[in-house]
C-alpha cells in the first residue's frame, strides 16, 4: 500500500531537513574488531565433529561447542534457512536480532557478530567466511542474511489467508526444539525466536518501506560459516519458501535440504578468550 501524503502543505524548509545527514545511533569503534586471521589460521587441521541434513519444510538441532566452527551450506538447489541460537545450557540467553542488526546493520556477512538478548549481551557467534559475500547490495537495495524480517509463522499465514499451515519456520523450530528438549511443543514454543535469515535476500521498497524478498543466489557449495564464541545450542528450518522468489509458507515452492557442519580446530585461535556475559549492574538507577 502506497504511504500518502499529509493533507498539511511542506514547511517552506522541508528540502533543508530532509538534508540533515544522520548519525550512527549504536558506533562500534570501541569494540575490538574479530581477529578474522587468528580464526582463519584456527581451520588449519580441523577435523569435522558432526553433520545434521535438514529436510525441506523442517527443522532440526545441533550443538557446537565454544572454540568450534560451524557451517551452513546449500547442497542441493537454492534454499533458505531460518537460523535460531542459544547458549547451550541457558535458553533464556538466545540470538537477539533487534539488536544484531542495530551493531551490525540489516544484513550480515564475514566479520560480523551475532549478539545475545538482554540482560546478557555478548557475542554468540562470529562470522568467519560468507561465500555470497560478492552480492553486495542490489539495485533494489537487496542484500542477503539478513536480520530484518522474523521467520514465517503459522500466526501471520492464519492472519492472512484465514487458513491453518503446519511447516512455517516457527512451527518448523518448535518441533525440532520440543523434540531436542524432550518438551511438549507448547513449552518449547516461547524459546522460539527471530531469526537470521540465511540465504535470504531482501530489502525494503523505496516508495512503501515495504520488506521485499527475491530470489536467492545461493548455489549448491555456497555456505555461511560461524565461530562460536560460547556453547551454543542451534536450530536451522529449511524454509518452505524454498528460495523465496515467489512465496513462502508453500507446498507449492521447490524446497531442498541443508547442511550443517561442526568443525573442530587443533587449538582455538590465537588469543582468543570466550566473552563474559555483559557487565551492566542492572541496578536500573532510582
Not at 6 to 14: C, F, K, N, R, V
Not at 85 to 111: I, P, Y
Not at 215 to 222: E, H, L, M, Q, T
Request: hydrophobic share 35%.
Amino acid at each position: 500500500m502506497k504511504r500518502e501524503k499529509g493533507e498539511l502543505p511542506e514547511p517552506l524548509d522541508a528540502e533543508v531537513r530532509r538534508k540533515v545527514a544522520p548519525v550512527i545511533c549504536y558506533p562500534t569503534d570501541s569494540l575490538a574488531p574479530p581477529d578474522l586471521a587468528a580464526y582463519r589460521a584456527a581451520r588449519e587441521g580441523w577435523r569435522k565433529v558432526d553433520e545434521v541434513v535438514v529436510p525441506p519444510r523442517d527443522a532440526r538441532c545441533f550443538e557446537v561447542p565454544a572454540g568450534c566452527f560451524f557451517r551452513i551450506v546449500s547442497i542441493e538447489g537454492p534454499q533458505v534457512g531460518d537460523l535460531n541460537l542459544w547458549a547451550a545450557n541457558d535458553l533464556d540467553e538466545r540470538f537477539f536480532s533487534g539488536k544484531t542488526r542495530a551493531l551490525q546493520g540489516t544484513h550480515l556477512s564475514t566479520g560480523d557478530r551475532l549478539w545475545s538478548s538482554l540482560p546478557y549481551l555478548r557475542p554468540m557467534a562470529t562470522i568467519t567466511q560468507d561465500t555470497l559475500d560478492w552480492y553486495g547490495f542490489d539495485e533494489w537495495g537487496g542484500s542477503v542474511h539478513d536480520v530484518i524480517g522474523t521467520r514465517c509463522d503459522p500466526y501471520t499465514h492464519r492472519l492472512l489467508s484465514g487458513h491453518d499451515y503446519h511447516y512455517c519456520c516457527h512451527s518448523n523450530l518448535t518441533r525440532a526444539l520440543a523434540r531436542h528438549l524432550s518438551r511438549p511443543r507448547e513449552e518449547a514454543e516461547p524459546a522460539v525466536h527471530d531469526v537470521l535469515n540465511v540465504f535470504m535476500c531482501t530489502g525494503f521498497t523505496r516508495d512503501t518501506g515495504q520488506y521485499f524478498m527475491k530470489a536467492s543466489p545461493v548455489r549448491p557449495g555456497d555456505f555461511l560459516e560461524f565461530f562460536a564464541e560460547i556453547d551454543l545450542l542451534g536450530s536451522l528450518s529449511a524454509c518452505p519458501g524454498g528460495d523465496c522468489s515467489t512465496e513462502h509458507s508453500s507446498d507449492a515452492a521447490s524446497c531442498h535440504p541443508l547442511l550443517v557442519e561442526v568443525y573442530r580446530p587443533k587449538a582455538p585461535p590465537e588469543g582468543w578468550t570466550s566473552p563474559a556475559r555483559n557487565g551492566y549492574s542492572r541496578d536500573h538507577g532510582d
